[in-house]
């Protein structure tokens, strides 16, 4: 485990990575952006609102939002860093001088992907004294914050496994990275859209039984999990209606395990070629 | 030391690689010669672990390469005939890197690294950052790195490609010093007529298939056979042609268009016929000034092997 962790590609991702001017900029642009959104929403709450008053409902409320926000440039900015690590190194031409060396394939994957979840979770903890403001005016526990971290660590590993197995499986980045977003948008977008479909058909009263499909496709939806780390509302809705009282967020948990292992399976499986001969001497 | 049995690789129907046989003994610099798309970099990828044959094997060090890849790795030195360096890195990092990737402790590369580009020459290029550097020291950089866990074996694709004469005479000068340290090296290049004097054997690889292979000096006297002999006259240059043409051994007869008292023929007898064909011409009263054999070096040996001449 050490030396998966402790490990050449790893230490150069790192460097490299962090030696850039661009890995800084985009800590930059992430926290204008964070702290943008933050200070609007306390300007429209006081300066702009007739009471002028901030109150622990509406510091849950900016939390609810900041968690919702940084889901979302989380979801935009795993692919993006993820679906270019081995293809990049193709198009590069380095990917054939690594293969060489005596690196197992597990340890140069594992290193490209914690390199890059590395920095998002740079960019997470340094947007952590913007989430100070939250508990400057309570309204929020602390474990609640750690829950939505962690939430946010399994969807990066899992988003970035997909990125890293379609940037091993294909040549060429660009496409690597739309197909990569085009997963990222089913899972943030398109489960959303067929679970409100799914609860509106179950809701309707001729349609007189349950079905389990909102359920599958809600327990995939990392929006649909954070709102129901927030309110419980949603779970037991969905719940009721598919005729399933297992946890929600447990599904959830093991279903991105599931695509985390698969996609690093393959991921590994693939990097180099099998070298078996297909036919006899 | 290098072994390849019955290798064999194809994409669908087009066949790169044909039942290629090849022995290579420890020590020796063995030079591959083809065209592009003759089969060399698909041989040499297969040997470097980066691409399975379709059947037949390769034995590297005795390890075969689709069954012991890993063992495989810890022996080559494999220096590809189009690589990309990581930008950021500056050279001392770059073989840094590549040596922790063989497992060398970092008390080892400290040592190793200044030796490696002392032998490259790149001693004052050590804090440079890669990007930075030319395209023929970059090249060089390379090979430093592909010596870093000094292997036994040297598979080098093309290292003097796009290189300046300078530089492909540094990079001559630095494989002449690993040929001198006893390694065992594969090369193949565009340049060969200029390695040739450090090549212990050559083989001619055209269309997947090796069409010859030996030592220089073997292949050239298979080439006898279809020696150039140039003849100069004094006069009766049309009287000369006529002559040749009826010779059954002749064949290719050209007139020099700068010096028109200059043929060129392809001779396809030995030595002893080439004399009697002297003789014949001087008593059927050609006035001949000279008459002179075409010392063929390693590039026509290439050119004529690969237009598809049959070997005797």
Redesign the interface.
């Known amino acids: 485990m050490r030396s998966l962790l402790i490990?050449?590609?790893l230490?150069?991702e790192i460097?490299?990575r962090f030696?850039?001017v661009k890995s800084f900029l985009g800590v930059f642009f992430y926290l204008f952006a964070l702290g943008g959104i933050a200070i609007g929403f306390m300007l429209i709450n006081t300066v702009f609102s007739a009471t002028a008053m901030f109150r622990p409902e509406q510091s849950r409320m900016m939390f609810m939002v900041l968690s919702f926000v940084q889901m979302g440039l989380i979801l935009f900015m795993t692919p993006g860093l993820t679906s270019g690590v081995i293809s990049g190194e193709r198009e590069?031409?380095?990917l054939?001088?690594?293969?060489?060396?005596?690196?197992s394939s597990t340890s140069i994957i594992f290193s490209k992907l914690i390199s890059s979840i590395a920095y998002l979770v740079l960019m997470i903890v340094s947007s952590l004294p913007l989430y100070s403001i939250v508990f400057l005016f309570g309204g929020v526990s602390p474990s609640l914050l750690l829950t939505t971290f962690g939430f946010y660590f399994i969807v990066m590993v899992t988003i970035g496994s997909v990125g890293v197995m379609f940037s091993t499986l294909i040549r060429k980045t660009i496409i690597s990275t739309i197909i990569t977003y085009g997963v990222a948008l089913f899972l943030a977008g398109g489960t959303a859209f067929l679970t409100v479909i799914g609860m509106e058909l179950l809701a309707n009263p001729s349609f007189n039984q349950t079905s389990i499909m909102p359920y599958l496709t809600g327990m995939m939806n990392p929006f649909i999990i954070l709102i129901s780390l927030f309110e419980d509302g949603i779970t037991s809705e969905l719940q009721n209606r598919s005729g399933i009282q297992f946890s929600l967020v447990t599904s959830f948990i093991i279903s991105y395990m599931f695509i985390t292992i698969l996609s690093l399976v393959i991921s590994i499986k693939r990097l180099?070629?099998?070298?078996?001969?297909?036919?006899?001497? | 030391m290098i072994e390849t049995i019955n290798l064999t690789k194809k994409y669908g129907s087009f066949t790169a690689l044909d039942s290629l046989n090849l022995k290579i003994e420890k020590g020796t610099v063995f030079g591959f010669v083809g065209h592009n798309g003759a089969g060399k970099s698909t041989t040499f990828s297969i040997l470097a672990t980066l691409l399975a044959p379709t059947s037949g094997t390769a034995f590297v060090n005795g390890y075969d390469v689709t069954k012991d890849p890993k063992k495989v790795r810890n022996h080559i030195g494999y220096m590809p005939d189009f690589f990309g360096v990581y930008d950021q890195f500056k050279t001392v990092e770059y073989l840094d890197f590549y040596g922790a990737s063989y497992g060398i402790p970092p008390s080892e590369r400290e040592v190793l690294i200044p030796q490696l580009l002392e032998l490259v020459n790149l001693s004052n290029k050590k804090d440079t950052y890669v990007d930075l550097l030319s395209r023929g020291m970059k090249q060089r950089l390379c090979l430093a790195r592909s010596l870093i866990h000094d292997p036994e074996v040297l598979i080098l694709d093309e290292p003097a490609s796009g290189l300046d004469p300078r530089a492909r005479i540094e990079m001559r000068e630095i494989l002449k010093e690993l040929k001198n340290m006893g390694k065992t090296i594969i090369i193949s290049s565009h340049i060969l007529p200029e390695l040739a004097e450090m090549c212990d054997e050559i083989g001619v690889i055209t269309n997947g298939k090796l069409v010859a292979s030996g030592t220089v000096s073997s292949i050239q006297q298979q080439l006898q056979a279809h020696k150039m002999i140039n003849v100069k006259l004094a006069s009766s240059i049309e009287q000369a042609i006529a002559f040749l043409e009826d010779r059954p051994l002749v064949s290719a007869i050209t007139r020099h268009e700068k010096n028109e008292n200059t043929l060129t023929f392809a001779f396809s007898g030995n030595d002893e016929e080439q004399v009697e064909l002297l003789k014949i011409a001087i008593e059927q009263g050609l006035s001949v000034l000279s008459f002179s054999q075409e010392e063929s070096n390693l590039e026509d040996v290439f050119l004529e092997i690969t237009k598809g001449v049959e070997f005797s």
């Open positions: 490990n050449p590609v230490n150069k460097k490299l030696r850039s590069r031409q380095t054939n001088i690594l293969l060489t060396t005596p690196q180099r070629p099998n070298m078996k001969s297909k036919k006899g001497m």
